[in-house]
């Protein structure tokens, strides 16, 4: 009777080093954020802050997002006594003080579409970053305005180089569509409005220095109303090299043909 046996061979030493490599290669970090989950305290270290800032489990009784523990919010409360309804024990500053903790030119906050700004937090962090790789953050606008005609509170975000930059993104005003009537906290601040959490990536467009910052005004027309920007998981992903992906795919096809030889032998 004839029998065919089938021996794999042992993993050879070149497939190990195969997995090995791209094992390592899928760690590589060409950046990072730090303290991106804001647990390493409530005064935010590794970010720079300018106003009312700080990282809380609860934000005005609103919870982090899912897979989150904390938050960093930023506020427009400057009127009354703080810290009674602050979240840091600082009231929200003038906007040219903001511009220069985030990295931008003066004036740049106070001359959004929005109109002029009374009052102003946010806070931001430099870091090295390769283009190509992503930045993600979880974001939640709440606010005690409504949609009328006066000037508009709102959140936003910028990511720039140098520090003379114009670049300011506004995530939410208090009168954007994704803004949902009686989604806040309400409560004594009158936060009554927000658009719940939402996911926004950023990708880097080319390699250097970049700053992320995140801030929220007060439109001048509409005193006595305050808004909230909630920032949560903040994530940097590096995408690796085009050297790196073809390095890792002619070893990875290299490694998985010499595995799978097999030897057949009759008794």
Do not use: C
């Not at 004594?188 to 467009?205: E, I, K, R």
């Amino acid at each position: 009777m004839t029998r065919l046996n089938h021996r794999p061979l042992p993993v050879p030493p070149g497939a190990l080093l195969v997995a090995a490599i791209m094992a390592s290669a899928s760690g590589i970090s060409y950046g990072a954020i730090t303290n991106g989950d804001f647990t390493g305290g409530s005064t935010l270290p590794g970010w720079t802050t300018s106003g009312d800032v700080a990282a809380v489990a609860s934000l005005f009784g609103v919870a982090p997002p899912a897979g989150a523990t904390r938050v960093a919010g930023a506020t427009t409360i400057n009127l009354g006594v703080p810290p009674a309804n602050t979240l840091s024990g600082t009231p929200a500053t003038i906007p040219g003080t903001v511009d220069t903790t985030l990295g931008l030119a003066s004036g740049t906050i106070n001359s959004t579409a929005q109109g002029a700004v009374q009052e102003a937090s946010g806070f931001a962090q430099s870091f090295a970053a390769t283009a190509g790789d992503t930045i993600s953050f979880r974001w939640n606008f709440i606010t005690g305005e409504d949609s009328g005609p006066f000037g508009k509170d709102f959140g936003f975000y910028t990511f720039h180089q140098g520090t003379s930059s114009s670049s300011l993104n506004i995530l939410a005003t208090s009168s954007s569509p994704s803004v949902v009537v009686g989604a806040g906290p309400g409560g004594s601040l009158g936060l009554a409005n927000a658009t719940g959490y939402q996911t926004t990536t950023v990708t880097v467009p080319s390699t250097g220095t970049w700053t992320l910052g995140f801030g929220v005004g007060d439109a001048l027309n509409n005193p006595g109303t305050d808004s909230v920007l909630g920032v949560a998981s903040v994530t940097y992903t590096p995408v690796p090299e085009p050297w790196a992906w073809s390095l890792m795919s002619a070893l990875a096809l290299g490694g998985l043909a010499v595995a799978r030889r097999t030897r057949f032998s009759r008794a």
